[in-house]
């Protein structure tokens, strides 16, 4: 006798097609993008040094990690860009990013917080010479300079030495000054770069170098060098490139301020001269709608402000090329949702001056930054 089973056989699974070649590399390609993207947001970026703001700290040529975790990473502002892009598509001059969407800003937890002397990295904060619409915060140039003042403190510079809080800031061992260097032999290439000097320039006379104290003592005793001067701006000599660009302050590069960092929650009386010392960020940077300027008197939202407490947390940031870098002494403070991390290995450098054999500067390769 034949028994019909009611057991139901299972349904047979439909087989998957193996993925094509094509199809496996574009997998690839966007999960390496999207991992990227993760790792330079969240944890690390990396970054060269183009100009010689920095020396002989950072050099040109120096390639540079920059960490995320140090300050906190901060969430994405302009959503609607390219990865891997900043302001421009690779090679092109076509913007990389939309502004249509642009929100709130914030930051995630650091494991510390900006202090004196640290190196940073930040989103340079004015709006670029010749450049007709600002960028976006998270998409402005990026700078790297040395924190010298932190929230709260005191900056001044007297006779080219930094003070914070009345006290001697610590210079960097490697900082730099301009010097007129007076022979009446042509130098040639070899010899500024047996002393290390990539800046320098003919002038009548001599040449203007800039280079640190230290090799400065070391050329005063050579045979061609009849004399070293470091040269320098005088007190009261006030310079109008200098913030905060008014005839109100004689300030220059070499004797600047005293001139007091903004805290989150410190309240200032909005005297006359604070005005002018202030007007800029709390119009820019505290997200007030309606900020004027009236016979000395700030208004916001067209009411008188006597007093005024502020939003966010600034720094004062300078170059240790102190005679040839642009920094807080020119254009102010750098609000702290432009702050990006601080940079704290340098993994390749490169010198493009150097023959083909000297290309890569190995003593500083994997180098960390102090």
């Not at 170059?319 to 949702?337: E, I, K, Q, T, Y």
Request: charged share 25%; proline share 7%.
């Amino acid at each position: 006798m034949n028994v019909l089973s009611t057991k139901k056989e299972a349904p047979s699974k439909p087989v998957r097609k193996p993925k094509s070649k094509t199809r496996e590399w574009v997998d690839a390609i966007v999960f390496a993008v999207v991992a990227a993207t993760l790792i330079r947001w969240l944890i690390l970026e990396a970054f060269t040094i183009p100009t010689p703001s920095m020396e002989k700290s950072l050099l040109v040529g120096d390639f540079l990690f920059v960490s995320k975790i140090h300050y906190g990473a901060r969430t994405p502002k302009t959503p609607l860009q390219v990865p891997l892009t900043h302001q421009k598509i690779w090679g092109t001059d076509i913007p990389s990013y939309l502004d249509w969407i642009q929100l709130p800003q914030y930051r995630l937890p650091g494991i510390s917080s900006v202090k004196n002397n640290d190196v940073v990295v930040f989103n340079y904060p004015p709006r670029e010479p010749g450049q007709t619409k600002d960028y976006p915060t998270d998409l402005k140039t990026n700078y790297i300079k040395r924190c010298i003042g932190i929230p709260g403190d005191k900056v001044e510079v007297r006779d080219l030495q930094v003070y914070v809080n009345d006290k001697p800031a610590e210079n960097p061992p490697k900082m730099q000054y301009r010097y007129y260097m007076v022979t009446e032999n042509t130098v040639n290439e070899r010899t500024f770069r047996k002393f290390d000097i990539s800046e320098y320039q003919s002038v009548q006379g001599g040449y203007i170098v800039l280079t640190t104290p230290e090799t400065a003592q070391s050329l005063k005793s050579q045979s061609f060098v009849k004399e070293l001067i470091l040269t320098k701006r005088n007190p009261n000599e006030g310079d109008a490139r200098v913030f905060p660009n008014s005839s109100k302050f004689d300030w220059n590069e070499d004797f600047f301020g005293p001139l007091t960092v903004p805290k989150e929650g410190m309240t200032i009386k909005m005297d006359a001269n604070n005005v002018i010392l202030y007007e800029e960020i709390i119009s820019k940077y505290e997200g007030n709608d309606k900020v004027s300027i009236r016979d000395e008197k700030l208004y916001i939202n067209d009411k008188v402000a006597d007093t005024y407490t502020f939003k966010q947390d600034y720094y004062f940031m300078m170059g240790d090329n102190r005679h040839n870098s642009l920094d807080s002494r020119f254009w102010g403070f750098v609000p702290a949702d432009h702050i990006v991390g601080k940079a704290f290995i340098i993994w390749l450098s490169v010198d493009q001056e150097g023959s083909m054999l000297e290309k890569i500067r190995w003593n500083r390769l994997f180098k960390l930054i102090h």
